[in-house]
């Protein structure tokens, strides 16, 4: 069975930052494009960014988080580093996939038609 866990979040204070970490199991997870999105009260589930399997390498991020978010692999788990947080980063974290090799998109952004998600993980920007 196909399980997704997701990590590392916690409340911070703007410009500070966190590490994400979603495990998979069940899978061989190298196989796997990963892709995180994040949903804060009130809104629609956002696609941040998304890393392709192991042979590809190929990363894609939204641009509200290009060049502060950093999406990495390891034959354990899937990161997003998170710098420079700021107030609207304010959301619970979901890691995603839909068991294919490459980064799925809906038009410009990610698709959310993934067949396993965690459950999440809450990430507070507060002063």
């Known amino acids: 069975q196909v399980q997704l866990v997701e990590s590392g979040g916690g409340s911070v204070q703007p410009g500070e930052s966190l590490t994400l970490s979603c495990t998979v199991s069940?899978?061989?997870?190298?196989?796997?494009?990963i892709a995180w999105f994040r949903q804060a009260p009130g809104k629609e589930r956002e696609g941040l960014s998304c890393?392709?399997?192991?042979?590809?390498?190929h990363i894609f991020y939204t641009d509200s988080v290009k060049g502060r978010f950093t999406i990495s692999r390891d034959e354990n788990a899937i990161y997003l580093q998170m710098t420079d947080l700021r107030r609207e980063d304010t959301a619970v974290y979901y890691c995603?996939?839909?068991?294919?090799?490459?980064?799925?998109?809906?038009?410009?952004?990610?698709?959310?038609?993934?067949?396993?998600w965690g459950r999440g993980t809450q990430v507070v920007v507060s002063s």
């Open positions: 995603a996939t839909d068991l294919g090799p490459y980064c799925v998109f809906s038009g410009q952004e990610l698709s959310t038609d993934k067949s396993f």
């Open positions: 069940g899978v061989t997870l190298d196989w796997y494009a």
């Open positions: 890393i392709a399997n192991s042979n590809s390498g």
